[in-house]
Structure formats: structure tokens, C-alpha cells
């Protein structure tokens, strides 16, 4: 991921493995556990959330692997939980731009 203001702000992230062009601007927050590894139950607050169908992405204060499964909640009002997998996690100012592939939804 790259650090451009338009990708801080949730809306320009594209990769080989990941794409949140075109990906709706999410308000409120979302809660992250890891659901595997030595850092299993960490929990982690994201903000600047922009979603698609397949993607998450946000800003985080601490890095997470790339690999790592992961379950999300959010603060938005019928936003229903997901889980998914980090692919990209990359410094962006104070804290770190992460990028989760999302599971089919149940």
C-alpha cells in the first residue's frame, strides 16, 4: 500500500491480491481480533474504513502480518461482522495502513 492522501483516506488501494478502488467510505470505527498466531485474541481498533465486497481497508495503530486471519465488527449501524485475511500492512504516518481480504459473507 502507498501512503497518497487519496489511499489514507480509503479509497485508492489496488494490488495484485487486494482492490478497494471504488470502495464505499465506512463511518465509525471497527474492532479487529486476530484469530491465530502468537498474537491470537489481540484486539485492534480501525479507522479510515473504506469496504467492497471483497476488501477492507484501514488505518490501525500497530502493524499486523500479512496472513493472518482476522474478525471484524463495526460501529456502523447494520453492518453485519465479517472475517477475512490481512494481506498488506504498511506504515502511514503514526500508525499503519492495513488491507484485509474479506471471506464470502455467511
Known amino acids: 500500500m502507498t501512503t497518497h492522501d487519496e ?3 480509503g479509497t485508492g488501494f489496488i494490488s ?3 482492490s478497494i478502488s471504488g470502495g ?7 474492532t479487529l481480533f486476530q484469530l491465530d498466531g502468537e498474537r491470537f485474541g489481540e484486539m485492534h481498533s480501525l479507522v479510515e474504513l473504506a ?9 490501525t ?11 471484524l465488527g463495526f460501529e456502523a449501524p447494520g453492518t453485519p461482522a465479517r472475517h477475512g485475511e490481512v494481506v498488506k500492512c ?6 499503519w495502513r492495513i488491507g484485509i ?6
Open 7 to 9: 489511499t489514507v483516506h
Open 24 to 30: 464505499s467510505p465506512l463511518d465509525g470505527s471497527a
Open 90 to 95: 504498511d506504515p502511514c504516518g503514526e500508525g
Open 61 to 71: 495503530a500497530a502493524p499486523l502480518s500479512a496472513g493472518a486471519a482476522v474478525s
Open 51 to 59: 469496504i467492497s465486497d471483497q476488501a477492507l481497508e484501514g488505518r
Open 16 to 18: 495484485s491480491t487486494l
Open 101 to 106: 481480504r474479506l471471506a464470502d459473507a455467511a
